[in-house]
């Protein structure tokens, strides 16, 4: 397997809705930006990964068909990954592993969403259009008729978490997170909730979506898109001589899905106080990069729920599963404390364009470790109902 750097990345600003802009040309602002991020032409690109959530969102089959031509990758290869929220980070994996392999040297990934063009005419909102079509996810047999969504997805594993570890997921530590990412966010000029400020009493005070998660506490809806341009290591050193520009290596890569039956006998096919796959994916990349936890920086995970952000820092050994107050008890990841968590205000401040959000996660680390002079980052996808979909990738700058 060779080596493979990110050499480029670029995306627009995240936004609830952008009216003025299709689905296509979302797509090519990202693309356009990452290209000139990495100073090549489009032309170098040898091949191409779209990562799109959902057809239904963008009114077509193949949304990433139309993507081909407007972002100058005619007659190149392009595959399109969709896992869920987990979406942007199998499509990190797959443009790596189109490098690893030796296959390509300089692989475009992009991903791109376009969710809130669905419309409830009767409701005069695009909100109950968008979580029918989020429904439609999950097992249409058992799980769809009982009203499943992806609060409720999630609040399994929370509930079933917090019966398991009883005291832990505190609510004003959750609160105090939430607090922390709001001010995160201020330093992302392309968070969709910049200029919010939010504090822990008005997590505290806000209604339940579905218990134990309450609105503050739960990611946005987003329109956007990020690109990322990974190079084989010959070309990521030509371009760097060219640039100027030292690239982000990525020393170890992980995913997991764990197995998941609906209805009856389901601890029989998921552990449910347990994100296993998150677990799985971090030990596969700490031991192909020869490093612990300890050695992270900075970590971009998904946050689809700050509840579950706790869940996952524990899979991934920040602190043992049961103690994840510690996190902000101690100050592991508050300011001053010893791991930077989410400086793009995550998912919940900075967006979630679901087919994208972890390449914006990515955009992220890979702008903290150079701001910051750090040496190692993490950037982490769940996804699917139950979170049973688990990437991890780790980044590192050489000397």
Not at 5 to 14: K, L, R
Not at 308 to 323: D, F, K, N, S
Request: proline share 4%.
């Amino acid at each position: 397997m060779r080596d493979v750097a990110i050499v480029g990345a670029g995306m627009t600003p995240c936004r609830s809705r952008w009216v003025e802009k299709t689905f296509w040309e979302l797509g090519q602002m990202a693309v356009a930006e990452a290209v000139h991020d990495a100073g090549i032409h489009i032309r170098e690109v040898q091949a191409g990964v779209a990562g799109i959530y959902n057809d239904i969102f963008e009114f077509q089959a193949i949304p990433e068909c139309g993507l081909q031509g407007i972002i100058g990758l005619a007659n190149k290869p392009m595959m399109r990954v969709s896992n869920g929220g987990a979406t942007g980070a199998y499509s990190m994996l797959a443009a790596y592993n189109l490098i690893a392999s030796g296959q390509y040297d300089l692989v475009l990934v992009l991903g791109v969403e376009k969710a809130l063009d669905c419309y409830d005419f009767e409701a005069q909102s695009p909100t109950p259009a968008v979580v029918q079509t989020i429904g439609y996810s999950w097992d249409p047999w058992f799980e769809r008729p009982l009203g499943a969504h992806a609060s409720e997805s999630y609040a399994e594993v929370v509930q079933a978490y917090m019966d398991e570890h009883p005291g832990d997921l505190d609510p004003r530590a959750r609160a105090r997170i939430v607090e922390l990412l709001s001010d995160h966010a201020q330093n992302n000029p392309y968070a969709q909730r910049l200029g919010e400020r939010v504090t822990a009493d008005q997590v505290l005070r806000s209604r339940y979506v579905v218990y134990p998660i309450r609105a503050l506490e739960t990611c946005v809806y987003t329109e956007g898109a990020c690109a990322l341009v990974f190079a084989s290591q010959e070309m990521a050193e030509e371009i760097a001589g060219r640039t100027g520009r030292e690239p982000i290596w990525i020393a170890g890569v992980g995913a997991a899905n764990e197995p998941y039956f609906v209805g009856r006998d389901i601890e029989r096919y998921k552990v449910l106080h347990r994100i296993y796959s998150d677990y799985l994916a971090t030990q596969q990349a700490l031991k192909q990069a020869r490093l612990t936890i300890d050695d992270m920086q900075v970590i971009e995970l998904h946050d689809a729920y700050i509840p579950q952000l706790m869940i996952t820092l524990a899979e991934m050994g920040v602190v043992p599963l049961g103690r994840a107050n510690d996190l902000v008890e101690e100050g592991i990841i508050m300011p001053g404390g010893r791991l930077l968590v989410n400086p793009s205000g995550g998912l919940v401040f900075a967006g979630h364009f679901v087919g994208g959000s972890n390449m914006m996660s990515t955009w992220s680390v890979m702008r903290e470790m150079r701001a910051r002079d750090l040496d190692h980052g993490m950037i982490h996808g769940t996804g699917s109902s139950l979170s049973m979909y688990g990437v991890v990738m780790i980044l590192e700058r050489r000397a």
